[in-house]
């Protein structure tokens, strides 16, 4: 085997098997509450809550631990604007043709259009990039590995995080997300993956019923 610099694992905790067991019933009943809200209340979040947030995500996989994330949380109110305009500008034409009729199908049930007002209301919204070359060090140059699966991993748990502190969050992916390189002021290097919006729920938040329909372990494991 090739050698390599490592160190004790020296954090690993070991549970009971009892403990396991409550352990992970009590995670499951805590994140089957994760809901995706589309109606925000204006409450600001504390600064450092979103940073440890985005420490937590930082903490993901990646392909040769080249980290290829970059996330931008965005308070301030004009640039906030900014994103709502461009958002908004480019779902139009999504609404209005560019998706196709079974696409918009699968939407109606959610009840989404082009009005994105919570873009300009929450507090927070963090803007998701992938990078295609990096590594460990701000200066490194290297081919990233396994870019989109990395920054899907470390964005679930963002997201994860950001609900265990007591928020509610929306994703959001505006077609094409390009505009977000030019108002978050990134580079070419980066890949706009997802806008994530993070406050908490105005008092007249919904949940839609289809949303509230999930599939049954069945469905989606098998063990063999």
Same mark, same amino acid.
């Given at each position: ?103 918009? /199908?699968? +939407? ?5 259009? #082009?009005?994105?007002?919570? &873009?300009? $209301?929450? =507090? ?31 964005? /679930?748990? +963002? ?5 265990? #502190?007591?928020?509610?969050? &929306?994703? $959001?992916? =505006? ?50």
């Amino acid at each position: 085997m090739q050698q390599h610099d490592s160190s004790p694992l020296t954090d690993y905790v070991e549970y009971s098997e009892d403990e396991m067991l409550n352990r992970s019933q009590s995670f499951y009943n805590q994140v089957k509450r994760r809901h995706s809200i589309r109606s925000f209340s204006d409450k600001p979040v504390d600064k450092q809550v979103i940073e440890n947030c985005l420490k937590a995500a930082g903490t993901a996989p990646s392909g040769a631990n080249h980290q290829p994330w970059h996330f931008v949380a965005v308070n301030s109110a004009d640039i906030k604007k900014q994103i709502r305009e461009q958002a908004e500008f480019h779902e139009r034409g999504f609404y209005e043709g560019r998706a196709g009729e079974e696409w918009l /199908g699968a +939407l109606k049930d959610l009840g989404t259009d #082009a009005n994105k007002p919570y &873009l300009e $209301h929450a =507090p927070w919204l963090i803007a998701i990039f992938s990078q295609k070359k990096g590594g460990i060090t701000e200066d490194d140059k290297n081919t990233n590995y396994y870019v989109h699966e990395s920054v899907g991993i470390a964005t /679930g748990i +963002l997201i994860t995080a950001l609900h265990n #502190a007591g928020l509610v969050t &929306l994703t $959001h992916t =505006p077609k094409p997300m390009s505009f977000l390189n030019k108002v978050c002021q990134r580079g070419d290097n980066e890949r706009a993956y997802m806008l994530l919006i993070a406050g908490y729920p105005s008092e007249d938040a919904t949940v839609p019923a289809h949303a509230q329909v999930k599939k049954s372990l069945e469905d989606i494991a098998t063990f063999l």
